[in-house]
């Protein structure tokens, strides 16, 4: 008889548990797992976990050099934790002295720089050239619709006419406008898709 597989248990922030936990079960399937809130873990000091999400919100306002309290139980909790086998981290730079620990004892530091920064940026701009080309698209097709009904329905169905006075401004500020819109959600989008991929990469390694 085979033994159970022993859940894969993630720490993460709760807000981070709240929005990518449906994601993560998603990608997880039925390999068993855990999500560890990390504020319970500090306070019950579970220490039990394999793979560590720092978060922006976990490292708030701290620096490297300046480390607040909350953010020291946490990295605190990290040293304790013998099964520990990977931790990703939000930042580009993994150079705190806490990571340099942890990867001298084999722990494999991932942080959000390269290739997630590239993924971004590629997917941002994609989104601001096709929301650009709809805009166009858009003004195009209402500037068509305007011409025919001010010099050729008006005339012919009703008897008169009148001039055709376009604000070029205000059309071009709400295209500037959508087109920012378009890449700022496309960013968001890839960035959390993104975040979602470093569970990806620990469950096809585990």
Partial sequence: MNAPIRPLR??????????????ISALMGPRPHELLALDTAVATQRTDADVAFISREVTGTSTKHQIHPALQQVYDLLRQSPGLKWVHIHSAGADRQIYLDLKARGVHIA????????????????????????????LA?????????VHVVNPQSFHWTMSLSLPWERLGLLCAVVVLAGGLTTAWAARRAASVQAVRAVKEDW
């Avoid at 993630?10 to 994601?23: R, T």
């Avoid at 942080?111 to 858009?138: D, Y």
């Avoid at 097709?141 to 009904?149: E, K, R, S, W």
């Fill in 141 to 149: 097709l209402g500037l068509a619709v305007a011409v025919v009904l």
């Fill in 111 to 138: 942080t959000s720089s390269g290739a997630n920064a590239q993924v971004v940026a590629t997917v941002a701009g994609e989104g601001v050239a096709w929301t650009a080309a709809g805009a166009l698209l858009g």
């Fill in 10 to 23: 993630l720490l993460m922030s709760q807000p981070s548990i709240e929005q990518l936990g449906p994601a």
